[in-house]
Antibody, heavy 126, light 107 residues
């Protein structure tokens, strides 16, 4: 069965950096788009970024563009999120998630998040 | 970015009740919408994708409908284990956006 395990969270000062990792097992990582989603304490879910199977396409929410970088190493079955210039508002639990495909009403390929990790907490505070 | 407006923000219902949660997109998104359930302290779990397709292993009391801008998640007969928060997510255009969530409580 597919499993995702995040690591790398912790306490960091504003302006600092942190690198999150997501270890994938039970499936072939290279066949799937992958996403990061975050949830601030007591708040809702926010999609952060995703990356294509070969790393050639990446998309980000505006609030992290230029500060966060998503990457992957399929040979190591791992997904990463490099977070720089961290802000207090980046404090959240960060989840990695696998994207499975479906065909929408127009026949276009679309994606949904079918497997999620348990999350890792990032706290940005002085 | 597409805004996803979810309602209600919370509800309280009895076991066996029919529960409906709605999500409205700020522009048409075809059927590019999923519904996710999250219990406290747990990761989200997909219930519905493509607006109306039931994810494998999800009980059939959950159903989804809608296309374009208006979508609905229905729980046909609420069970105690359905106490959770529910979120819609559009995957039509980047950035993907979630609704603000609906907290479902059991009376």
């Amino acid at each position: 069965e597919a499993q995702l395990v995040e690591s790398g969270g912790g306490l960091v000062q504003p302006g600092g950096s942190l690198r999150l990792s997501c270890a994938a097992s039970g499936f072939t990582l290279s066949k799937y788009w992958m996403s990061w989603v975050r949830q601030a304490p007591g708040k809702g879910l926010e999609w952060v970024a995703n990356i294509k199977q070969d790393g050639s396409e990446k998309y980000y929410v505006d609030s992290v563009k230029g500060r966060f970088t998503i990457s992957r190493d399929n040979a190591k079955n791992s997904l990463y999120l490099q977070m720089n210039s961290l802000r207090v508002e980046d404090t959240a639990v960060y989840y990695c998630a696998r994207e499975d495909i479906y065909y929408d009403s127009s026949g276009a390929i679309e994606y949904y998040l079918d497997h999620w990790g348990q999350g890792t907490l990032v706290t940005v505070s002085s | 970015a597409i805004q996803m407006t979810q309602s209600p923000s919370s509800l309280s219902a009895s076991v066996g009740d029919r529960v409906t949660i709605t999500c409205r997109a700020s522009q048409g998104i075809r059927n590019d919408l999923g519904w996710y359930q999250q219990k406290p302290g747990r990761a989200p779990k997909v219930l519905i994708y493509a607006a109306s397709s039931l994810q494998s292993g999800v009980p059939p009391r959950f159903s989804g409908s809608g296309s374009g801008t208006d979508f609905t998640l229905t729980i046909s007969s609420l069970q105690p284990e359905d106490s959770a928060s529910y979120y819609c997510l559009q995957d039509h255009i980047y950035p993907r956006t979630f609704g603000q969530g609906t907290k479902v409580e059991i009376k």
